[in-house]
């Protein structure tokens, strides 16, 4: 039998990965990813993040957070990240490998921020970091509310993770037989496998 071919399967990853990033309100299965790094303490670590920007030929995936976050502390310690995004109608799960940049330069981040909707900028808006111990919730809300806020209030605690993607990991579990593929970015090209599932 001849060997299936794994580019429709490349094709199909980042086209769903790009679906993912510009769903807008629709809303993609692969919108939300799980973003996992290593802690400080060498621990695991995983969060939901929003897949922002897709590029296939730079193999990159964006998303935002605050730069004073824990998963900023910990890439900046170790840039390995893996994210993993699941459909659960179809059965498909995509696991990304790579390393993250954090771009923080302003020349870099203020289009983006300039573009983004306000409601989803209130987060860098408050005084208080991530995980800042509160008194209760309603201290954090506190911080964030006000009618007249200056549209680059809070521009310094935003930046874009930039993960720079060296292998995925695709699974289809297709009742007619399931399917794995695993793609690796070796010196300068994709080298593609079917791997068992
Ligand atoms: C639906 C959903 C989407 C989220 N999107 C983001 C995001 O795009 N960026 C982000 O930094 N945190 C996002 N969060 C919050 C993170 O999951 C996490 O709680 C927060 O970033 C703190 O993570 P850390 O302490 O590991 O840095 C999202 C949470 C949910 C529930």
């Known amino acids: 039998m001849p060997k299936p071919h794994l580019d429709p399967i490349a094709d199909e990853v980042w086209r769903l990965l790009n679906a993912g990033a510009n769903a807008g309100k629709t809303r993609s299965p692969f919108t939300m990813l799980q973003a996992a790094t290593i802690g400080l303490d060498g621990s695991p670590r995983v969060r939901t993040v929003v897949l922002r920007r897709v590029c296939r030929e730079q193999r990159s995936v964006m998303f935002h ?39 923080d330069a302003p020349h870099e981040t203020r289009d983006i921020w300039t573009a983004s909707r306000p409601r989803t900028l209130i987060v860098y808006r408050t005084p208080l970091a991530p995980a800042t111990p509160v008194a209760s919730p309603a201290e ?56 068992a599932p």
């Open 65 to 103: 957070t605050d730069v004073r976050s824990a998963k900023v502390a910990e890439l900046r310690q170790d840039a390995r990240i893996a994210l993993v995004g699941c459909d659960l109608d179809t059965g498909i799960q995509i696991r990304l490998h790579g390393s993250a940049r954090i771009v």
């Open 140 to 195: 954090a809300h506190a911080t964030t509310a006000g009618e007249d806020i200056d549209s680059s209030a809070g521009f310094e605690n935003f930046c874009l993770i930039d993960v720079a993607v060296s292998k995925i990991d695709y699974l289809d579990l297709n009742p007619a037989g399931h399917v794995r593929a695993s793609f690796t970015f070796d010196a300068g090209a994709w080298r593609g496998e079917w791997i």
